[in-house]
């Protein structure tokens, strides 16, 4: 079984910066690629930021410039550096991991809980 927690998340005005973390535990043998989603009241879940365990990252056009997603492999840990929030920013804030429990099992999808995100005007 593996658990993704989230933490950072929080109250901010525009303008200002939060720090995300992602730390995946439990049953892990290897973990691919991780990233961050969010999802703002009355919207689908949207892809934020992604990053591959060699350091590859893809970023959605509204936060490029903005946003900084990095990683700690040792850690099994990611983080997203968020600067100059926009009030279009607010979201509940998602982690995603593929992992791999074992040697022979084929990479699954986990979520953690999700962290609020909300950044005033």
């Known amino acids: 079984q593996v658990q993704l927690v989230e933490s950072g998340g929080g109250l901010v005005q525009s303008g200002g910066s939060l720090r995300l973390s992602c730390a995946a535990s439990?049953?892990?043998?290897?973990?691919?690629?991780m990233g961050w989603y969010r999802q703002a009241p009355g919207k689908d879940r949207e892809l934020v930021a992604t990053?591959?365990?060699?350091?590859?990252?893809k970023y959605t056009d509204s936060v490029k410039g903005r946003f900084t997603i990095s990683r700690d492999n040792p850690k099994n840990t990611i983080y997203l550096q968020m600067n100059s929030l926009k009030p279009e920013d607010t979201a509940v804030y998602y982690c995603?991991?593929?992992?791999?429990?074992?040697?022979?099992?084929?990479?699954?999808?986990?979520w953690g809980q999700g962290t609020q995100v909300a950044v005033s005007s």
């Open positions: 439990g049953s892990i043998f290897r973990v691919h690629t």
């Open positions: 990053i591959t365990p060699i350091g590859n990252t």
């Open positions: 995603y991991a593929d992992i791999m429990s074992g040697w022979n099992s084929p990479p699954v999808g986990s």
